[in-house]
């Protein structure tokens, strides 16, 4: 993590998120994050929130045999530290940065009157965490063939409607590689998905 010390990057930053503030918080800043880091973890919460700006983030839980399952992969606009300032229990979220990522960083304990007294902000922090639970709790129940897994998944959860990465739809779908490629040719084949580059799926109506 690195903090970026440039008043005017700061301010036009700022800018790009001030609707979602009624007012300015007295203490922001901006911190970069290298591919592969780890922006949060259970055995270390974030004590600030974290806006992402640039860049994108994997997000996955432990589960409770010690498993990693990839749940979503979030990029600008996704707000991080919802869960730890509402004090939700049984926040077991890892958060890794995928590629370089710049956020805005708005420290808890510096701002946290402002906040608690910001109903626009509160109402932005809300909308973030029923996402993460609803995303994190309907994945099993709602659908139940692998095909209609990667389906719901691509049309609802992911936001930019594409996997990324064949490995991580793997842990985010439970399945294995051969399962999952033999659903991904299937829907090739018809049109439903295309391929965009090595282990890069995107549905077809979103192109």
Same mark, same amino acid.
């Given at each position: 993590?690195?903090?970026?010390?440039?008043?005017?990057?700061?301010?036009?930053?700022?800018?790009?998120?001030?609707?979602?503030?009624?007012?300015?918080?007295?203490?922001?800043? =901006?911190?970069?994050?290298?591919?592969?880091?780890?922006?949060?973890?259970?055995?270390?919460?974030?004590?600030?929130?974290?806006?992402?700006?640039?860049?994108?983030?994997?997000?996955?839980?432990?589960?409770?045999?010690?498993?990693?399952?990839?749940?979503?992969?979030?990029?600008?606009?996704?707000?991080?530290?919802?869960?730890?300032?509402?004090?939700?229990?049984?926040?077991?979220?890892?958060?890794?940065?995928?590629?370089?990522?710049?956020?805005?960083?708005?420290?808890?304990?510096?701002?946290?009157?402002?906040?608690?007294?910001?109903?626009?902000?509160?109402?932005?922090?809300?909308?973030?965490?029923?996402?993460?639970?609803?995303?994190?709790?309907?994945?099993?129940?709602?659908?139940?063939?692998?095909?209609?897994?990667?389906?719901?998944?691509?049309?609802?959860?992911?936001?930019?409607?594409?996997?990324?990465?064949?490995?991580?739809?793997?842990?985010? =779908?439970?399945?294995?590689?051969?399962?999952?490629?033999?659903?991904?040719?299937?829907?090739?084949?018809?049109?439903?998905?295309?391929?965009?580059?090595?282990?890069?799926?995107?549905?077809?109506?979103?192109?």
């Amino acid at each position: 993590m690195k903090e970026i010390r440039d008043p005017e990057k700061l301010e036009s930053v700022f800018a790009l998120q001030k609707d979602h503030f009624q007012k300015r918080p007295p203490l922001i800043r =901006l911190l970069s994050f290298q591919k592969g880091e780890l922006l949060n973890h259970p055995l270390k919460p974030l004590t600030q929130f974290l806006i992402l700006i640039e860049g994108s983030v994997c997000i996955y839980p432990l589960s409770p045999d010690g498993a990693m399952r990839y749940l979503t992969r979030a990029s600008s606009g996704t707000l991080l530290g919802d869960m730890e300032f509402s004090k939700v229990k049984g926040n077991a979220f890892y958060t890794e940065a995928t590629d370089e990522v710049l956020c805005l960083a708005i420290p808890f304990a510096q701002n946290q009157d402002v906040l608690e007294n910001d109903p626009v902000f509160l109402r932005f922090v809300l909308s973030q965490i029923a996402g993460k639970l609803s995303t994190s709790s309907t994945m099993d129940i709602v659908v139940q063939t692998l095909e209609e897994k990667v389906l719901f998944y691509l049309r609802t959860i992911q936001s930019d409607h594409e996997f990324a990465s064949v490995n991580e739809a793997m842990q985010t =779908l439970n399945c294995s590689r051969r399962q999952l490629q033999r659903v991904l040719k299937k829907l090739c084949d018809e049109g439903t998905l295309i391929k965009t580059g090595r282990g890069h799926y995107r549905l077809a109506s979103f192109l």
